[in-house]
């Protein structure tokens, strides 16, 4: 892992009941080991690459796929990344009720991401009637694969490590029912409408 995740309560100027949230800040020794081992990504795709006649070719396309990964733990180590792909699923799910992005606060900085908290569980740890949690795993479902797909936006953003972990329920505004809340927008990519076709 390459960032470190710390809870805070934010309390406005007017006083009031606080804000829970979390402040997402990149470890200070990521950045340069990623710098060591991402070379080492390029040495072994070159070097599985070179090897199919003895493996087999499995039709893998070693350099891209590692470059990809390459890709992927650099994005880690920039937190304007994820506030970027938070503003867009934020906008992209505005109008869904039955999902939940946190909130970006305003004093997010380049190497810091200050969002909302989302209080949840993991949404196979959730302790609910089984027609709830059908209806969270139908949910999440249409949310994180069909909702983008099939979206009518030129861009749809589609969350890209959606484990356990990172898909939570959470209690509805209203304390009767559940929403999915969806955390770790570091790994997130966007789909025009020619690739979603």
Not at 16 to 38: F, I, M, N, Q, T
Request: glycine share 8%.
């Amino acid at each position: 892992s390459v960032g470190a995740v710390l809870p805070f309560e934010w309390v406005g100027l007017s006083g009031g009941p606080g804000r829970r949230g979390v402040a997402k800040l990149v470890k200070p020794s990521a950045a340069s080991r990623l710098d060591e081992d991402l070379p080492a990504l390029d040495r072994l795709a070159s070097w599985l690459a070179a090897r199919k006649d003895v493996y087999g070719d499995l039709g893998i396309d070693y350099v891209g796929v590692l470059k990809d990964v390459r890709e992927a733990l650099a994005a880690e180590t920039d937190p304007r990344m994820e506030q970027r792909n938070i503003q867009m699923a934020e906008a992209q799910y505005r109008e869904r009720h039955d999902i939940r992005i946190p909130t970006l606060f305003p004093f997010s900085t380049p190497s810091v991401t200050a969002m909302e908290r989302l209080d949840g569980v993991p949404l196979p740890e959730v302790d609910a009637a089984p027609t709830a949690k059908r209806w969270l795993a139908c949910t999440a479902f249409r949310e994180l694969i069909i909702g983008p797909m099939l979206s009518d936006r030129e861009f749809a953003i589609v969350h890209g490590d959606p484990h356990a972990g990172n898909l939570l329920a959470v209690p509805a505004k209203d304390r009767t029912g559940w929403v999915v809340g969806l955390i770790d927008w570091s790994q997130a990519g966007q789909l025009d409408r020619k690739h979603r076709r």
